[in-house]
């Protein structure tokens, strides 16, 4: 594993979006089974050209405190999902992930390889402290990534996001420093 970006592991390269991405996201951003537990989506081309400019646009804040990046497999150089970090609270040293990959990439470990690439990335490079996550009651792949990470499961959010014209609840998932440098 490298110390900065982009970051690589056995398998994938995370690197930062670039413009041409976006018929490479757009594959799995409109894809409903794809989209169905998260924020977003199923996106338009307009969505999904205005969700990259943003990310690109953030790659220049100063401190950069937030990085959605392309995961792409290091031998095929193809895109095939996004993971994201970002310090949520710079006092307390949070941060955050989240995932989402496209259909034909499922099931093979790269979620659970891009993540703790990432959760690498956020204390070694980013110093944090905590690392959360949430998922959908429902999305028992993504808990078992954050298992699969050494998240531990802190409690379950009631009513917490208003998505897609509902109220949505969430598991909640953390892991911290002391607990990542003992197994690392
Ligand atoms: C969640 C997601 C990122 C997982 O990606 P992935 O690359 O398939 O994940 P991995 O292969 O690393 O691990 C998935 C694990 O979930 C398990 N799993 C998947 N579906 C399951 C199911 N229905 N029941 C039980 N386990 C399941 C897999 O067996 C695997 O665990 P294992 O290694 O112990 O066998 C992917 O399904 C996705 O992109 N979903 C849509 C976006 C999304 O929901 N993102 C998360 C938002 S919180």
Redesign the pocket.
Known sequence: MRDSLPLETQRLILRDFVESDWPAVHQYASDHE?????TFGPNSEEDTKNFLQAEISLQREEPRQHFALAVTLKAQKQLI?TCRISTLDTGNRIGSI????SKQ?????????AALGVIYFGFQELSLHRIF????PE????A??LQ?IGMQQEGYLREHHWIKGEWRDSWLYAILEHEWRSVN
């Open positions: 794809v989209v169905r537990y998260l999902g989240g995932y989402c990959f990439f499922w099931g093979q470990g790269y979620a659970t390889e996550a949430t998922c959908h999305n028992i792949a993504s078992r990534v699969k």
